[in-house]
């Protein structure tokens, strides 16, 4: 079976021809993946810019679906169920996404499948390393989202994701590209960061932690029974927050550039240091959290998706620690780790094979979340 | 294409650009149905249902449209851009061009009797989608443009002061008194036009000719993204 997908949830406008291989152990065969990426228009703005997304996807959608066709070596004929990114993201993006898919799905009568983008993010791990052995702790972590979810099998093929921690204020991607803005460096300042931080010394700035659990006394309900107490600090201990760490690189800039006088970037090697230092509070945050949610659940494996996952020190450090844990340990490869289609393919062939199909009266959801199981985050008292 | 010819021709016609929006089929330059559409849903969820809906009623099938035509605008820029994307799929699945006809345009194509006619579309913002035409095949005398109503007034006082004049759009009711004002009592004022999708067909097929490729066909936002005005203001 092969499904047409179609992603535009944010600054990409991608589609994707997606087959069942036949094998269980890898049961996606990629068969196209196109990306337009918008990210020369939204440069200059220092951020993406929602009403030029929008507009760059009516511009680039048709190509983008004729090229994914067409590298597919496949013709309409060939389709046989059209998937799409139902949410979340940018509501004006989102729609152009969906309304040209349902507009597909009708005129070929077939099935529209309505993907999360998320449960892409964590497909594209599948897509890239095959089954994974659950229940697996995943990690996506991306300009809008840093999730903790275990992921468990549901059915025969099906999986569940229970989101189990989150980020309280930025996304991890969102302080990578803040933090480039303040040093001056381009957007998107995940992959400049990236490179620059290899050339820098690591501990050159001693940049704070997030603690989770003893700095928050205050944070529970005044009444909850001390069994509920250890819980909610238990839960806390998987939460992210990385806007602290945002206003102390913010300080720190501020004060070198007051002791050497210069209101423009800092030198080189400073910039360096502090991309360096500040990389090693992200990452080493997002792994310890990651690995100990991993011990917590009784994790058989760790998957790392969405845009961070791109980064080289996480990559590196994360199968340090998962050769340490003795757990396999799942990344997308570069072109799989940033937003593209063919992750909404596979993941939209999982739910086509469960059963899952949508309405033509389908609508785009800004804010949509993942957590399909019981007991998750969004249903935790 | 001989005339005859297009005559046997099928073309499926979109509006978005106000909230109700309408559907329409034609049968050469004949509107065989047609039908606005619900403003308590919006143009996402009720797309691609409202033109399946309309083809049935038709009695033809999509994949027998010859030609799909969208108004390109001005209007609400996600509604022009989920009609849009609607209308390149289907033109883009079936093998069809796309025709666009302006939205003002389309307004001023409405039936009345006046010789000219100001299209005039409310821009949700205390300001004015605005085009003049003379009635009658592609006479657009001014415009299109946003702004202000009562700047568009004075700056097109000559072009208004021909007579019989319409004005359409619904924008009039907002700016009744303004109106009178600025140009008098003669202008016979409309502030609920029909449908367009109706005229549209029918533009659609005066300019048959016309058509471009699903990709090329773009909305007419005549208004720039805010973040483009805010920087210009900024310098
Ligand atoms: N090598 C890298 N190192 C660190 N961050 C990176 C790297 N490459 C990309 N990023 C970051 O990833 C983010 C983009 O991720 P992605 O394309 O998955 O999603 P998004 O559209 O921003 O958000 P979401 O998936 O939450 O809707 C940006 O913030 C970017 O800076
Ligand atoms: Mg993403």
Redesign the pocket.
Known sequence: MDILAIET????TAAAVVADSGDPARPWTVRSNVVASQAEIHREWGG?VPELASRQHVRDICGVVERALEDAGADWTDVDAVAVTQG??LVGSLLVGVAFAKALAASLDLPLVPVQ??AG?IESLVVEGGRMPLPAVVL??????TNLYLTTAAGAEGLSHRLIGRTRDD???????KV?SLLGLD?????????IARTGDDHFVDFPFARMTHDDRNAGPAMVRPAGLAEARRGRQLEFSFSGLKTAVKRHVQRRRAALGCDGRLPEEEIAGICASF?RV?VRTLLDRTFLAARRFGALSVGI??????????RADAAARAERAGLPLFLPS?AL????AAMIGAAGLRRLHAGVTAPLDLNAKASLPLDDAPGGWQSAP | MGYSARRGMWILALDTSTREGSVAVARGGDVVAAAAGDPSRTHGERLPGDLLAITAKAGVSLSAIDRFAVSSGPGSFTSLRVGLATIQALALVHSRPVIQVSTLEALARTPGAGDRVLAWMDGQRRDVFAALYDRGPRACIAGPRVGRPAEILDAWKPQLAKRPLDVVGNAVTATRALLAERLGTGPVLVDEPPPLAPVIARLAFERYGEAVAPHAAQPLYVRRPDAVLARRRGL
């Open positions: 949830s944010c600054d990409e993406v979340p993201g983008h998320l993010h996506v972590v991306s300009g809008g989202h996304a991890a991607g969102e302080a990578y590209d480039a957007y998107p300042g995940g992959p400049v960061i990236d490179r990389q992200v998706s969405g845009g961070v996952s791109a980064n080289a020190r996480l570069l780790a940033t937003d593209n």
